[in-house]
């Protein structure tokens, strides 16, 4: 069994063949439909998923009980509540399919079996979890150095199935900003688009 995403998401110089075969074949593949959670709130994450197809998005709730997207998961990437998963504790945070979406799921069990079956995996997760850390740390960073126009226009740059398919307001809380402030952005820069 092989596919693009698995391969994208298991890109590791130090895996050989048999141990990718072994990590492929244990991965079941699984739809989603439009609005679907993947996970709820006040539930524990007992699986991850490789998206194959498709855009999902996690969000919380504020104090005030307003959504907020914290993440927008798009193809080839790893849909994951990691607190939750292997801290097993349940999750503060929802995700949602923007889309239909189509997956490759691992549960977490199989995934304890791989991790001290596969030394290679051990050093794969390690890898990943640094890369993700720093891309949080990045953006947490961002949110305060970057303008709203500039963080909006990183987004179209490195997510742009995001500006297609997300709602408006999905994509305003997840910038920091108003419906209306990000409308006017948008606005701008259709009618500037030197400018920036």
């Given at each position: 069994?092989?596919?693009?995403?698995?391969?994208?998401?298991y890109d590791?110089?130090f895996f050989m063949h048999?141990?990718?075969?072994?990590?492929?074949?244990a991965?079941e593949k699984i739809?989603f439909q439009k609005?679907?959670?993947?996970?709820?709130?006040?539930?524990?994450a007992n699986?991850?998923y490789?998206?194959?197809k498709?855009?999902?998005?996690s969000f919380?709730n504020?104090?005030?009980?307003?959504?907020?997207?914290?993440?927008?998961?798009?193809?080839?990437?790893?849909?994951i509540e990691?607190?939750?998963?292997?801290?097993r504790i349940p999750s503060q945070?929802n995700?949602i399919c923007?889309t239909?979406?189509?997956?490759?799921?691992?549960d977490y069990?199989?995934?304890?079996?791989?991790?001290?079956k596969?030394?290679?995996?051990r050093e794969?997760?390690?890898s990943?979890?640094?890369?993700q850390?720093?891309?949080?740390?990045?953006r947490s960073?961002?949110?305060f150095t970057?303008?709203?126009?500039?963080?909006y226009?990183?987004l179209?740059?490195e997510?742009c199935?995001?500006?297609q398919y997300?709602?408006l307001?999905?994509i305003a809380?997840?910038?920091g900003?108003?419906?209306t402030?990000?409308?006017?952005i948008?606005?701008e820069l259709?009618?500037?688009p030197?400018?920036?």
């Amino acid at each position: 069994m092989s596919s693009k995403s698995l391969e994208i998401s298991y890109d590791f110089p130090f895996f050989m063949h048999e141990e990718l075969d072994e990590i492929f074949q244990a991965h079941e593949k699984i739809s989603f439909q439009k609005g679907d959670f993947i996970l709820e709130e006040g539930k524990m994450a007992n699986e991850y998923y490789i998206l194959d197809k498709g855009l999902a998005r996690s969000f919380v709730n504020d104090f005030n009980g307003n959504e907020v997207t914290t993440h927008f998961f798009t193809e080839n990437e790893i849909i994951i509540e990691v607190l939750s998963l292997f801290q097993r504790i349940p999750s503060q945070e929802n995700i949602i399919c923007i889309t239909d979406c189509e997956c490759w799921k691992l549960d977490y069990d199989t995934f304890q079996n791989l991790f001290h079956k596969i030394p290679n995996l051990r050093e794969w997760g390690r890898s990943w979890m640094s890369q993700q850390l720093f891309a949080y740390k990045q953006r947490s960073v961002e949110m305060f150095t970057l303008s709203a126009t500039r963080r909006y226009l990183n987004l179209l740059e490195e997510k742009c199935q995001v500006i297609q398919y997300a709602p408006l307001k999905q994509i305003a809380t997840y910038l920091g900003v108003t419906d209306t402030s990000l409308s006017r952005i948008r606005k701008e820069l259709v009618s500037h688009p030197k400018k920036n």
